[in-house]
T-cell receptor, first 112, second 111 residues
């Protein structure tokens, strides 16, 4: 079945550590996105990519980095520069403008 | 002004009643409108999309769009406890890949 796979489901980060969240899709979608959701809050856009080898910053890109080397994959790295990374991270994809997103199941990141 | 605003919740309705959710948006050239349902601790799932003025019905859900008033709504008829969730309104601005999301309205259906 086609879909988006995020891994891991839960992730624990120590202070000063970089961690990478995986996002893979087999929907043949061109566009991919990363959002952050804090408890009781809406979705905030971190980064997005419309095509391979190209990506743009969203509203809260500081402390995060991404790559888009393959159409299917859009990993997100939470760097040590992100001082408050504890949140629910959602990856999504779409076929392009005018279409809704398909979301992955999310990764819950906690700083320990 | 936020791009997409939803009526503040939480919204509590009795089982079998109609839940009415509202959403306004700021960009007049917005083209596509979506409603997502998000259960607690889960990711959002698309339940309705609407592109032209008027009503669109899918089972117990009806989306209503009025572009002149920059308003989109979602009605949930015969509300069930399984409808208890947060509902996110999302708007696609013209020629933009990204969706703009509202903060969500939490609905609780009480038995």
């Amino acid at each position: 079945d086609g879909g988006i796979t995020q891994s891991p489901k839960y992730l624990f980060r120590k202070e000063g550590q970089n961690v990478t969240l995986s996002c893979e899709q087999n929907l043949n979608h061109d566009a991919m996105y990363w959002y952050r959701q804090d408890p009781g809050q809406g979705l905030r856009l971190i980064y997005y990519s419309q095509i391979v080898n190209d990506f743009q910053k969203g509203d809260i890109a500081e402390g995060y980095s991404v790559s888009r080397e393959k159409k299917e994959s859009f990993p997100l790295t939470v760097t040590s520069a992100q001082k408050n990374p504890t949140a629910f991270y959602l990856c999504a994809s779409s076929t392009g403008t005018g279409y809704g997103y398909t979301f992955g199941s999310g990764t819950r990141l906690t700083v320990v | 002004q936020k791009e997409v605003e939803q009526n503040s919740g939480p919204l509590s309705v009795p089982e079998g009643a109609i839940a009415s959710l509202n959403c306004t948006y700021s960009d007049r050239v917005s083209q596509s409108f979506f409603w997502y349902r998000q259960y607690s601790g889960k990711s959002p799932e698309l339940i309705m999309s609407i592109y032209s003025n008027g009503d669109k019905e899918d089972g117990r859900f009806t989306a209503q769009l009025n572009k002149a008033s920059q308003y989109v709504s979602l009605l949930i008829r015969d509300s069930q406890p399984s409808d208890s969730a947060t509902y996110l309104c999302a708007v696609n601005m013209y020629n933009d890949y990204k969706l703009s999301f509202g903060a969500g309205t939490t609905v609780t259906v009480r038995a």
